[in-house]
């Protein structure tokens, strides 16, 4: 995961990060980030102003301050549908499951307020509920969605922060399952539970 992917939004204005060398650079108010000292600490510094050390902690939670943009997300994305999940054994024991990716399809990605919509460049259009979907991860720069009764959906967002894109994904679906009565998530992976 770059930088960027990380603190995707400025902590301070909120608005969109870019990425700046191996660091990040606020498109709004031109702060930069960039690895600090040891311990999780990033350095801060202004456009007119030296730097400052903060924990990586400290920064995440001020940026989620800014919450939910409440705007669709979209991205070009590469989706992969895997098939049923496969066991894995060990010594005539199953000691998990794999999902077995297929072939890499690509399209765009459009996360609403209650859906996201993943349309094939030449192929059709899938729709899932958000209040559906039995499981959400993300891995590496790929969201991860598990609609019921099919298999695991991985979508590789072209330029996008999928920290992003999971923090609001989450944030939907929490809201969605509170107004459903459904109770407080604890947990969305490997299933969402309440």
Sequence with gaps: MGFVDLLY???????????DGEGARCSGCERAYAVGGSGGRVLVSGKDRGGTELHV??????????????????SSTVARFSGKA????????????????GPRITGNIRLGQQDIR?????G????????????????SAA??????????????????SSRRWEDVLK???????QSA????IREFQPQIRA
Aim: proline fraction near 6%.
């Design 171 to 177: 944030h939907r679906i929490r809201r969605l399952w």
């Design 86 to 101: 496969r066991p894995v054994c060990y010594r005539n024991a199953i000691i998990g499951f794999f999902e077995e990716g």
């Design 181 to 184: 009565g459904r109770g407080e």
């Design 9 to 19: 939004r400025c902590p301070f204005c909120g608005a969109d990060t870019v990425p």
């Design 124 to 139: 059709p259009a899938h729709e899932w509920r958000l209040l559906d979907l039995t499981a959400v991860q993300a891995a």
């Design 57 to 74: 902690g400290t920064l995440i939670d001020r940026m989620e301050d800014w919450g939910d943009e409440g705007h669709a997300l979209k």
């Design 118 to 122: 993943f349309t094939e460049d030449a």
């Design 143 to 160: 969201i991860q969605i598990l609609p019921p009764g099919e298999g695991l959906v991985s979508f590789q967002l072209v330029g996008e």
